[in-house]
């Protein structure tokens, strides 16, 4: 069974332009979670989808957005990027639908904002 | 909002001794808490979880335990090996929520 796929690897970009990630889940797996990795602050949460639907989202400003398609991949959006944006990001994907479970990363898409 | 506070941020042992990474969490809603290993450069995979209803569980060197009461769990290596060196990061998260909130992490270290 293949893992959870995440492209780009590495992204450069400039401050003010936009990126857009993508997560593909593990086949089967319906919850798709993103995180923010930074070497002082762990792992953030971002937002959580199931079936197409954001079910929960954590503190981060509104320039972060996702949305999942009806095949469970999910995609991840930043506007306006700032040098704080700088990050590694990982999704996760688990197959828990009411109860949670364990979560299967990807190998992360690191932002570096310029 | 929820916090998951874990401690230390780094931990330095001995080959053959024990770890223990401790964590406290905030929403007493909280009824799953996994605990994931991030080797560097690559993703954090769990290691062990654990769910309310129960206070301990064990898996070879490894085990957790919890006490909801306290809002507290811990994470307990035994007869640690060089190979056990890597970033441990505890998590709660709840039914319903469907948020996951992950501590700071503990970066362990074992000598040899």
């Known amino acids: 069974k293949a893992g959870v796929t995440q492209t780009p690897r590495y992204l450069i970009k400039t401050r003010g332009q936009q990126v857009t990630l993508s997560c593909s889940p593990i086949?089967?797996?319906?919850?798709v979670s993103w995180y923010q990795q930074t070497p002082g602050q762990g792992l953030q949460f971002l937002f959580e989808y199931f079936s197409e639907t954001q079910r929960n989202k954590g503190n981060f400003p509104g320039r972060f957005s996702g949305r999942q398609f009806s095949n469970s991949r999910s995609e991840m959006n930043v506007s306006t990027l700032e040098l704080g944006d700088s990050a590694l990001y990982l999704c996760?994907?688990?197959?828990?639908?009411?109860?949670?479970?364990?979560?299967?990363f990807g190998q992360g898409t690191r932002l570096t904002v310029v | 909002g929820e916090n998951v506070e874990q401690h230390p941020s780094t931990l330095s042992v001995q080959e053959g001794d024990s770890a223990v990474i401790k964590c406290t969490y905030s929403?007493?809603?909280?009824?799953?808490f996994p605990w994931y290993k991030q080797e560097l450069g690559k993703r954090p995979q769990l290691i062990i979880d654990?769910?309310?209803?129960?206070g301990e569980k064990k898996d070879q060197r490894i085990a957790v335990t919890l006490n909801k009461t306290a809002k507290h769990f811990s994470l307990h290596i035994t007869e640690t090996q060089p190979e056990d060196s890597a970033v441990y990061f505890c998590?709660?998260?709840?039914?319903?929520?469907?948020?996951?909130?992950f501590g700071a992490g503990t970066r362990l270290f074992v000598k040899a």
């Open positions: 654990i769910r309310s209803n129960v």
């Open positions: 929403d007493s809603a909280s009824n799953y």
């Open positions: 996760a994907s688990s197959g828990g639908r009411r109860e949670p479970t364990e979560a299967f």
């Open positions: 086949s089967g797996h319906r919850s």
């Open positions: 998590a709660a998260s709840e039914t319903g929520g469907f948020k996951t909130i």
